[in-house]
């Protein structure tokens, strides 16, 4: 069966540092993979998708940025947080039986100080 | 970007009640919807999906009125473990969603004993 990881659980971070979260999906080969961001109040936000390795289409232009160096490992990166960077971010994969149904990983939550 | 519509909420309802959240969508091109459940800090979870008119599976109903452009979810004989946010969700392009899902910031649902 399929299954997604994130990693970290939870993170704190300063204004201003680095970001790097990862995402691996076990189970499936060449899945369509998904950023999402909810901040506090309100709904979830497509970041970035990506349709294979070092593909990625960026849906919301911000100081955040993705890459896909493997086939299951989605990584979303910053070079300087801000504040407004704070939310619930979730990775998702499609399912292949052509139903484009999305499941989501975990999550990491961050919060920017 | 195609908009999703949900009253927030809250419901309040007695276990064993009857309770119907309504969702509207802009995004005339949708084929596949789908309404998620979201449990408090956790990632959404899939609870069904609707290609044609309607879904059943066990206690919910998914209604689809594709002419209005609305999606309805039904719970039947609430139980306390339905409180939970619930997400109508419609593709952001595509007719599928396989670039990407625009999610509703979703209705909150409290079952009350």
Excluded at chain 1, 77 to 100: M, T, V
Aim: glycine residues 8%; proline residues 6%; contains cysteine.
């Amino acid at each position: 069966s399929q299954t997604i990881h994130q990693w970290p659980a939870t993170l704190v971070q300063p204004v201003g540092s680095p970001l790097s979260l990862e995402c691996t999906v076990e189970g499936t080969s060449n899945p369509n993979l998904y950023w999402y961001r909810q901040a506090a109040g309100r709904g979830l936000q497509l970041l970035f998708y990506s349709v294979g390795i070092g593909q990625i289409s960026s849906e919301v232009p911000q100081n955040l940025s993705a890459s896909r160096p493997q086939d299951r490992q989605f990584i979303l990166s910053s070079k300087k947080l801000l504040l407004s960077d704070s939310g619930f971010y979730l990775c998702a994969w499609i399912s292949s039986s052509g139903r484009n149904e999305q499941f989501f990983g975990p999550g990491t939550r961050l919060t920017v100080l | 970007r195609k908009e999703v519509e949900q009253d927030p909420g809250p419901f309040n309802v007695p276990e064993g009640a009857t309770v119907a959240f309504n969702c509207t969508y802009s995004n005339s091109a949708s084929q596949s919807f789908f309404w998620y459940r979201q449990d408090c800090r956790k990632e959404p979870k899939l609870l069904m999906s609707v290609y044609s008119s309607g879904n059943e599976d066990g206690r919910f109903t998914a209604q689809l009125n594709r002419a209005s452009q609305y999606i309805s979810l039904l719970i039947r004989d609430s139980k306390l473990s339905d409180s939970a946010t619930y997400l109508c969700v419609v593709p952001m392009y595509s007719g599928g969603g396989a670039d990407g899902l625009t999610f509703g910031k979703g209705t909150h649902l409290i079952i009350q004993p």
